[in-house]
């Protein structure tokens, strides 16, 4: 299974951008999906993530209210919609795989519990 991410780059404080996955290699219907951050100088950190039959669940702090996580099982592709975007969401964001989840409607938050990680994109934004 291959995910690669795209859609990062630098952006002004206010504005929007909308990262993309692409999964390859797997059914992507029988994936969990979800999106990490890492910002210099600290630990990756999850964002959101979107359960099988596409419950989505966010970090409270971080994306609750700005992102907004969605996929397309034809496509095989997770989306993470970010408006309003601040400073500090500079990070590169990843996307992850968890092909383990037996309840269709769960998701992690917990990174050990993905099997699948993309490479990462980049993210900054400025103020």
């Known amino acids: 299974v291959y995910l690669v991410e795209s859609g990062g780059g630098t952006v002004q404080a206010g504005t929007s951008l909308r990262l993309s996955c692409a999964l390859s290699?797997?059914?992507?219907?029988?994936?969990?999906t979800g999106w990490f951050r890492q910002a210099p100088g600290k630990e990756r950190e999850f964002v959101a993530a979107?359960?099988?039959?596409?419950?989505?669940?966010y970090n409270v702090g971080s994306a609750k209210g700005r992102f907004t996580v969605s996929r397309d099982n034809v496509q095989n592709t997770m989306y993470l919609q970010m408006n309003g975007l601040k400073p500090e969401d500079t990070a590169v964001y990843y996307c992850a795989a968890d092909g383990g989840t037996a309840n269709s409607g769960y998701c992690s938050t917990w990174e050990p519990h993905y099997d699948y990680w993309g490479q990462g994109t980049q993210v900054t934004v400025s103020s």
């Open positions: 290699g797997g059914i992507f219907s029988a994936y969990t």
């Open positions: 979107i359960s099988r039959r596409s419950d989505s669940y």
